[in-house]
């Protein structure tokens, strides 16, 4: 970014935010995901977040298929991070459910991440940590609404 401009222009800003998510996606790989996959990190995500949803929002909030995003909650089930259970006003419909195990584990994995983070963070002056936190703060909130915007569980379809 030049220093020369005052106002930064939107597409400098969207380059180095992505380079930005580039470089923390190697922080983080330094921060084991496993025993899941991407995808299932995904599922974990969105559970954390829409609890007791079905699968065929499920599987549109991940631009999948049901029978996919099934196979991806089968191996988070046999892992002990998800729960199915019968929906309210159907027995033959599921909802899905971040377990206790499940949170633990994503509370688990982003004490690892901001971890990794620190070292990075602690080399940087302190009044750009403040303008860093400030930024990211209203980029948080952005993209939270247009997330929620576009939210597949406001429109709960049944699976």
Do not use: K
């Not at 922080?27 to 995500?45: D, E, I, K, M, Y």
């Not at 002990?80 to 509370?107: D, H, M, Q």
């Not at 080399?123 to 303008?131: I, V």
Request: with cysteine.
């Amino acid at each position: 970014m030049t220093s020369s401009s005052p106002r930064p222009q939107r597409r400098e800003v969207a380059r180095v935010t992505s380079e930005a998510a580039e470089l923390l996606e190697v922080l983080w790989g330094r921060a084991s995901t496993a025993p899941v996959s991407a995808s299932q990190l995904r599922v974990l995500f969105i559970l954390e977040h829409n609890e007791g949803i079905n699968l065929r929002t499920l599987a549109d909030a991940l631009g999948s298929t049901p029978p996919s995003t099934s196979r991806l909650c089968d191996r988070l089930q046999a892992v002990g991070f998800v729960e199915r259970r019968p929906g309210a006003t159907s027995r033959r419909e599921l909802r899905l459910y971040l377990s206790r195990r499940g949170s633990a584990f994503l509370s688990d994995l982003r004490s690892r991440r901001e971890q990794a983070l620190r070292s990075v963070l602690e080399q940087m002056p302190a009044t750009r940590r403040t303008q860093l936190l400030e930024g990211l703060v209203a980029f948080c909130a952005a993209a939270a609404q247009e997330i929620h915007e576009e939210d597949p569980a406001d429109g709960a379809r049944t699976a």
